[in-house]
């Protein structure tokens, strides 16, 4: 008789392991199944090109839930994060800003553009911790539903009054402000230079189709603030070994609690019985069976391809097809032949230990975006690089080096249609490198190998709908009890046994693993599984 499992999870990447993990921990019998040979879905490392390796998509580490790497004892299990602390900001005109943990070395640079904006540099870094620790206990915990009127909303509800008691209206105001406004005009709020507006800014479009000055990005640029390395808020890092050891480190530790992990094997549909899941069918026709099914893919991948919108109520059918994937962002991974040079910068400098941003100025980004609105990947784009090899020589060989490029925009939706990319990849690669090159001279003839990874090739690849890197973009209407959808934000769906604990669920994107961790938990405590 074959196996029933107390839980099936669909997709092997950080938020299904640990989903999986947590469950396996309260005693279920857990079986995981991903689609490709190898864990960790967009949370991965790979040996494209001999000898080097490349987190191929994510590429930094901050948002990790610390009670996450505590409750499955993950550094145990190989987790590493190396520090990242300098950002890099070269500028068209050959002069660049430096930031990093140095407040008086902060000062003295920012103050070359702005005295009094290097005088309000630390006060912000401080209001954002606040903000931070404000928005802690919503994204550590399931989205409360406002139309649920019963003894556990009351109980949330005090608990959240219990922690914003006290707060200063200064404090409220900018919650509501980050909320709402765009990442331009709040960071305007705080400073007057371009040269430090501009690189800043790029936090609150990361992921998203909108423009610095498009309202809610504000928001985004919290989300990727709420950092926490080792007790310190707003620390962002890079894994050891490449990115994806996080999703490995999850795996071993899902292992040793017993949860039994299937590579290489892609989920056609879930099986139904009636409105009911009752486990999963492969493409190749094996069906495996739980009492449970729990999706780690984005929401349309889900609902519109596993289950099948004929299975599915219209209005909530609906609700998912408007709910905006958009993919914006590509990625260009390089192989080096020695390290990049910028003019002015030493090559022992820790600025090329941290972010290099490519982000001059705000018209540089909203001319990036132009492009995007218009069906075109950026001619010059936004640009987070990072080269992981000089904190972690083991990514590449002696004296090579490895540098990631986050790359915006690329929109999935190009004019010729999404199928063009393979069309128009090498031609967006060759704008990311000629953009790069106008900062860093000469790092044309130190490319070994470049892999470049289009939206379309994020949804081809890593199974990330439209090639959003968020499963979902991060905008106002799609947070919190409104995602994926109003009424069924708290990981269950309305297919009965079908749970989601994807980014596409509350609190969002990032390797955070929040949405896999507050899925489990939500199911144990409801007696589901």
Known sequence: MATT?????????????TCAAYLAKAGRKVLLLERRDILGGATVSEEITPGFTFS????????????????????????????????????????????????????????????????RYPLFGQAMSELGRLVKPIVEAPALDPSKLNLSTLIELLRLRKHFRGLGEDAIA??????????????????????????????????TFLGVRSPGTAYVLLHHYMGEIDGAFRAWGLQKGGTGQVALAI????????????????????????????????????????????????????????????????DFARQIKRFKMRGSSGKVNLALDSLPEFPGLAVDSPALKGDITIAPSVDFLERAYDDAKY???????????VIPSLTDPSVAPPGKHVMSIFV??????LKEGPADWENQREAFGDAVIDTLARFSPGIKDRILHRHVLTPWDLEQTYGLTEGNIFHGELSLEQLAFMRPVARW????????????????????????AAPGQLCASTMLKARAV
């Open 489 to 512: 934000a708290r990981y269950k769906t309305p297919v009965r046994n079908l749970w989601l604990c994807g980014s596409g669920a509350h609190p969002g994107g990032g390797i955070m």
């Open 174 to 207: 900018a919650n509501l402000k980050m909320m709402t406004m765009s990442a331009y005009d709040f960071l305007s709020e705080w400073f007057e230079s371009d040269r430090l507006i501009g690189p800043m800014s790029v936090s609150g479009i990361i992921g």
């Open 56 to 119: 191929s998509c994510s590429y930094v580490v901050s948002l990790l839930r610390p009670q996450i790497i505590r409750d499955l004892e993950l550094s145990k299990h190989g987790l590493e994060i190396l520090p990242l602390d300098w950002t890099f900001s070269p500028f068209e005109d050959g002069t660049s800003l430096l930031r990093g943990p140095d407040g008086e070395m902060n000062r003295r640079n920012i103050a070359r553009f702005s005295p009094r904006d290097a005088e």
């Open 251 to 314: 795996a071993r530790s899902a292992r040793a609690l017993g949860v039994e992990i299937k590579t290489g094997c892609p989920v056609a549909r879930i099986l139904m019985s009636g409105d009911e899941a009752r486990g999963v069918v492969l493409e190749n026709g094996d069906e495996y069976r739980a009492k449970v099914v729990v999706s780690g893919a984005d929401p349309h991948r889900t609902f519109l391809g596993m289950v099948g919108e004929d299975r599915l109520d219209g």
């Open 5 to 17: 499992y107390d839980a099936i999870i669909v997709g092997g990447g950080h938020n299904g392991l």
């Open 375 to 385: 069906g075109r990947f950026s001619r010059q784009p936004f640009m987070d690089c």
């Open 408 to 413: 915006q925009y690329a929109p999935y939706k």
